[in-house]
């Protein structure tokens, strides 16, 4: 295990030297951690990373990758051919690791504190989904116990019992600018976990001997988490490096001598154990499920019915599961646990903790629906934007977004979700406006990839379509629509009703207007978007959101490549909301149905030519 925690330090060492930059010194403090979990503790199959027994292995610290790469390069699965193409073009052996390039990374790391949130998931799987005895191992450095989604994981271990998941803390006292906050005081950052019911384990992180005691003693714990919280020196090894401010994410100033120092590179090898046979419980998915039908005319809200499309495609598909932020009443994913408690995760008011648990579960093969108030996702973008550069198949809905939700005022409103949503690499956003199409648009997501978000509303309104009705994603509905409009509105959600009734009063008023609801909001309808725009030249998009980023830009975008463009106006919400009812809200905001009417009227008379 010494050879081993060496040949880790040389391969980190040349990594970062051939590539010119990387993280050497934070990946030699922790060799000794991975040696020992490797060659000892770790029961891996690295032919088959999906193999349901497999332990899994998470680099919260993910700026140590090329000590990652050199625990590949000892186990077999790459050679020292590809461990020197670290950072460069083209390259699996990014500067930070993810899935979408390696098999056997589970979770995207490098924003710091992410780790241990998604990793918690993934126990949640083993323990309570899987039912499989495979362990879970974080490696974290101690910069990144600063991160309050740390705490926030800890706490949903603590208190779901997973002691299937063993983190390793390496407190090499240096960050990126200097000391950490507490240095090598391994119990201030024992006293933390503890208080959230943890188990911990203090050690000298490169006596061989007490790692792995450490290890034996966190597979013993029953009923906690384990934490091994271990001392460790930063450019452990080379003794011009060792503890030394100012070299964070540099390579070392004498890699050839280093590498002699540290022993030269003797290409050690480790077996790393096979995983025992297991089998993954796993549900086949059934039968298209029986979602709800909506008679129209009905007033239904439209987060109603996202519970209980929930529930449905929870009956048909054992594979959903649904995370909850502790408004499970207010977005009605309360139905869901109703009716399949086993496979409904209470994360309460801890946002990060929701995204990230998801992700955890979506890396095991289930399907996660996350829902909270949209106002509150936002705390969690950052978890949100990993996932995308995880490619994790993640659901996340929020409800009570706009201001049409009331009286509640502008802390609770979300009215910057879409635009949020809308810049997450490889999204779908989708915007219901009736109890019907939010039905079918979520038992569509469930089938899509990467990052989905659907938005919701507080308030019951009128349903519009039939029951049957399709709704693919990236399409629209043409409501309203004749040989002689004026204008085109374009409405998602709350504002199609608000802008159905527009039409009817302009008709009165002899100015016949197109009426689309851009459900999809990304992918956006283009082809319906441009027959409007050559019908009649002028499309005004409404939106109960923010102007900037939301349906207008994704309007507005359609247009960009150059070719004819028609007049655009868009409508949102310009000021900061206070407290007043729905329909006071959304004439305050300019987004009502009167609002709507005197804006394209006016718009008619000064620029729209008959």
């Given at each position: 295990?010494?050879?081993?925690?060496?040949?880790?330090?040389?391969?980190?060492?040349?990594?970062?030297?051939?590539?010119?930059?990387?993280?050497?010194?934070?990946?030699?403090?922790?060799?000794?951690?991975?040696?020992?979990?490797?060659?000892?503790?770790?029961?891996?199959?690295?032919?088959?990373p999906?193999?349901?027994?497999?332990?899994?292995?998470?680099?919260?610290?993910?700026?140590?990758?090329?000590?990652?790469?050199?625990?590949?390069?000892?186990?077999?699965?790459i050679?020292d051919?590809?461990?020197?193409?670290?950072?460069?073009?083209?390259?699996?052996?990014?500067?930070?690791?993810?899935?979408?390039r390696?098999?056997?990374?589970?979770?995207?790391?490098g924003?710091?504190?992410?780790?241990?949130?998604?990793?918690?998931?993934?126990?949640?799987?083993?323990?309570?989904?899987?039912?499989?005895?495979?362990?879970?191992?974080?490696?974290?450095?101690?910069?990144?116990?600063?991160?309050?989604?740390?705490?926030?994981?800890?706490?949903?271990?603590?208190?779901?019992?997973?002691?299937?998941?063993?983190?390793?803390?390496?407190?090499?006292?240096?960050?990126?600018?200097?000391?950490?906050?507490h240095?090598?005081?391994?119990?201030?950052?024992?006293?933390?976990?503890?208080a959230?019911?943890?188990?911990?384990?203090?050690?000298?992180?490169?006596?061989?001997?007490?790692?792995?005691?450490?290890?034996?003693?966190?597979?013993?714990?029953?009923?906690r988490?384990?934490?091994?919280?271990?001392?460790?020196v930063?450019?452990?090894?080379?003794?011009?490096?060792?503890?030394r401010?100012?070299?964070?994410?540099?390579?070392?100033?004498?890699?050839?001598?280093?590498?002699?120092?540290?022993?030269?590179?003797?290409?050690?090898r480790?077996?790393?154990?096979?995983?025992?046979?297991?089998?993954?419980?796993?549900?086949?998915?059934?039968?298209?499920?029986e979602?709800?039908r909506?008679?129209?005319?009905d007033?239904?809200?439209?987060?109603?019915?996202?519970?209980?499309?929930?529930?449905?495609?929870?009956?048909?598909r054992?594979?959903?599961?649904?995370?909850?932020?502790?408004?499970?009443?207010?977005?009605?994913?309360?139905?869901?646990?109703?009716?399949?408690?086993?496979?409904y995760?209470?994360c309460?008011?801890?946002?990060?903790?929701?995204?990230?648990?998801?992700?955890?579960l979506?890396?095991?093969?289930?399907v996660?629906?996350?829902?909270?108030?949209?106002?509150?996702?936002?705390?969690?973008?950052?978890?949100?934007?990993?996932?995308?550069?995880?490619?994790?198949?993640?659901?996340?809905?929020?409800?009570?977004?706009?201001?049409?939700?009331?009286?509640?005022?502008?802390?609770?409103m979300?009215?910057?979700?879409?635009?949020?949503?809308?810049?997450?690499?490889?999204?779908?956003?989708?915007?219901?406006?009736?109890?019907?199409?939010?039905?079918?648009?979520?038992?569509?997501?469930?089938?899509?990839?990467?990052?989905?978000y659907?938005?919701?509303?507080?308030?019951?309104?009128?349903?519009?379509?039939?029951?049957?009705?399709?709704?693919?994603?990236?399409?629209?509905?043409v409501?309203?629509?004749?040989?002689h409009?004026?204008?085109t509105?374009?409405?998602?959600?709350?504002?199609?009703?608000?802008?159905?009734?527009?039409?009817?009063?302009?008709?009165?008023?002899?100015?016949?207007?197109?009426?689309?609801?851009?459900?999809?909001?990304?992918?956006?309808?283009?082809?319906?978007?441009?027959?409007?725009?050559?019908?009649?030249?002028?499309?005004?998009?409404?939106?109960?959101?923010?102007?900037?980023?939301?349906?207008?830009d994704?309007v507005?975008q359609?247009?960009?490549?150059?070719?004819?463009?028609?007049?655009?106006?868009?409508?949102?919400?310009?000021?900061?909301?206070?407290?007043?009812?729905?329909?006071?809200?959304?004439?305050e905001?300019?987004?009502?149905?009167?609002?709507?009417?005197?804006?394209?009227?006016?718009?008619?008379?000064?620029?729209?030519?008959?």
């Open positions: 295990m010494q050879d081993l925690a060496r040949q880790l330090r040389v391969d980190s060492v040349r990594a970062a030297d051939a590539a010119g930059s990387g993280h050497p010194t934070s990946s030699m403090s922790a060799a000794d951690l991975l040696a020992v979990l490797l060659a000892s503790h770790f029961r891996y199959d690295f032919e088959r999906a193999h349901p027994g497999n332990d899994r292995f998470v680099l919260s610290k993910g700026h140590a990758s090329p000590l990652l790469y050199a625990a590949y390069k000892a186990a077999g699965v050679d051919a590809e461990l020197l193409t670290f950072r460069t073009l083209g390259s699996r052996l990014e500067g930070h690791p993810t899935p979408q390696l098999p056997w990374v589970e979770t995207a790391t924003s710091l504190g992410q780790g241990l949130p998604v990793a918690v998931g993934i126990a949640l799987s083993g323990k309570r989904l899987d039912r499989v005895g495979y362990r879970v191992h974080v490696l974290c450095g101690d910069s990144e116990l600063a991160e309050g989604s740390v705490w926030e994981a800890a706490e949903h271990a603590g208190f779901e019992h997973l002691d299937n998941l063993t983190l390793i803390v390496d407190v090499n006292r240096l960050g990126q600018r200097g000391p950490t906050r240095g090598h005081d391994l119990d201030a950052y024992a006293r933390r976990f503890r959230f019911g943890w188990h911990t384990i203090e050690i000298d992180g490169h006596d061989i001997a007490e790692i792995d005691h450490a290890y034996t003693g966190a597979a013993s714990t029953t009923g988490p384990t934490a091994i919280i271990a001392r460790t930063k450019g452990k090894g080379v003794a011009s490096v060792e503890d401010e100012g070299l964070h994410g540099k390579p070392l100033p004498d890699a050839a001598a280093a590498v002699e120092e540290l022993g030269g590179d003797r290409g050690t480790v077996h790393v154990q096979a995983p025992p046979a297991a089998r993954a419980l796993h549900s086949v998915r059934g039968a298209e499920p979602l709800p909506y008679e129209i005319g007033e239904v809200a439209t987060r109603t019915a996202f519970g209980e499309a929930l529930t449905a495609l929870g009956s048909a054992g594979d959903v599961v649904v995370l909850d932020g502790e408004v499970g009443d207010s977005t009605r994913a309360e139905f869901f646990a109703k009716e399949h408690p086993d496979r995760f209470e309460y008011i801890a946002e990060q903790q929701l995204v990230g648990a998801s992700v955890g979506a890396a095991r093969g289930w996660p629906f996350a829902a909270t108030f949209g106002a509150f996702l936002t705390r969690a973008h950052d978890f949100v934007r990993m996932a995308a550069v995880s490619g994790a198949g993640i659901n996340l809905v929020g409800s009570h977004a706009g201001v049409a939700i009331g009286q509640d005022g502008p802390s609770q979300g009215l910057e979700d879409l635009a949020m949503f809308r810049a997450v690499h490889g999204s779908t956003v989708l915007c219901p406006c009736d109890a019907n199409q939010t039905a079918q648009l979520v038992a569509r997501m469930a089938d899509l990839s990467g990052v989905r659907l938005r919701t509303s507080r308030g019951a309104g009128p349903v519009i379509y039939g029951p049957d009705e399709e709704f693919p994603v990236g399409g629209s509905k409501l309203r629509s004749g040989d409009d004026r204008v509105l374009v409405a998602a959600g709350v504002t199609v009703h608000e802008a159905l009734a527009a039409a009817d009063e302009l008709a009165t008023a002899g100015i016949p207007v197109r009426v689309i609801d851009a459900y999809s909001v990304k992918p956006v309808d283009r082809e319906a978007l441009r027959e409007a725009a050559r019908a009649t030249g002028c499309l005004v998009t409404v939106e109960d959101h923010r102007e900037e980023g939301g349906l207008g994704a507005a359609v247009f960009s490549d150059g070719s004819p463009a028609p007049r655009l106006v868009r409508l949102g919400v310009r000021t900061m909301p206070g407290s007043a009812s729905p329909e006071e809200q959304l004439r905001a300019g987004i009502d149905a009167g609002s709507l009417s005197a804006a394209v009227a006016l718009l008619v008379e000064q620029h729209v030519a008959p």
